[in-house]
């Protein structure tokens, strides 16, 4: 397994490998996705908060909180994202991770086409 992903498409292979021996828990999906956790955790209550379903109500509350908790982890240094022993320990079947790794499959291998090369001089120290 790569512990540290470089696209889209490598942190969908660690996830689908945390998958075969069983059902991985969350700490083992945080852990495929190495320095890299926190962007796909962020991106996923953003996307949920411009859908329609962010039209909900509660749903702008429950979505920015979540962003906030997990950006504040960003802020304050941490390279890898941080749940408590409860949540991390939690088991997810490994028929529905798949699943969802083959769904997302698609839109992942267009995003890594389309945004190859990152602007490095914005993800090292002086970015930060």
């Not at 408590?84 to 320990?89: L, M, N, R």
């Not at 995003?111 to 190859?116: G, I, S």
């Amino acid at each position: 397994m790569e512990s540290n992903p470089d696209n889209i498409n490598s942190l969908l292979d660690n996830i689908e490998e945390q998958s075969t021996d069983g059902d991985p828990s969350i700490g083992d999906l945080r852990e495929g996705g190495g320095h890299r956790s926190l962007g796909p955790v962020l991106l996923a209550p953003s996307v949920i908060a411009f859908s329609p379903i962010g039209a909900i109500t509660g749903m702008s509350i429950a979505t920015g909180s979540v962003v906030i908790l997990f950006a504040s982890q960003l802020l304050f240094g941490r390279n890898h994202l941080w749940v408590p022993k409860f949540i991390s320990a939690r088991r997810l079947p490994a028929k529905k991770v798949r699943k969802g790794v083959e769904k997302t499959r698609k839109p992942a291998k267009w995003v890594d086409t389309h945004f190859d090369s990152r602007w490095i001089w914005a993800t090292k120290q002086t970015g930060q």
